[in-house]
């Protein structure tokens, strides 16, 4: 049973760009947390790559980084994709810079979450819309085993303060003729078969899910 405030289509996460990056972790400096990374990312690799693609709207993408991007993604573990080769010229049209293309994978997000849920109903599970509003609430759940993915949840349920809320804004328009990732200085492109998308903002502390105007404006004028 999966209980939510929210199911897809209405949930953040039908929006999100669907780029399978390793970024923004924030590892400890020991190196059992180092091995661990590895492992994790190694696995969700594999693990997105085993699923049926076009059901899924799972695909391997070329992911285009010019060298003055912002936020440079954090290495890939070895091994799980080609090593990224270097270009004198990105390959779009305008002054591009130099930069390198490596491989990843890109998630057409409101097809994964349908696929998602059809798998978990088709194997007899039930979908519970519910709010939490905190621990007493879980007394309710009568179940032998719990899988906690609060998310942001957990700082009203679990009284977490330590859970700081980031906004990503983007703007979504209609595809375009081929997948793709860019990530230039003045923000990205996720090239995907349903939306092309242009990103994005980066707002630590901000949980309001309402767009700004100006910002749609900022990132199409980038």
Known sequence: ?????????????????????????????????????????????HTFRALDGPLYGVEEVPLFEADDRCHPLDPMPEGLAPPAQRLDRLPFRGQQPAGQVSQTLLIETPRFLQALLDRVQSLGGQLKETTLHGRDDLKGISASVVVNCLGLGAAQVASDKELLPIRGQLVLLDPAPRPFFLDHALGYVISRRDLLILGGTFEEGVSDPQPVDEICMEILNN
């Open 1 to 45: 049973t999966i209980y939510a405030r929210e199911f897809p289509p209405n949930t953040t996460s039908n929006v999100a760009g669907g780029l399978w990056a390793p970024t923004h972790v924030g590892l400890g400096q020991s190196p059992l947390e180092t091995v661990r990374h590895e492992r994790i990312l190694k696995r969700s690799w």
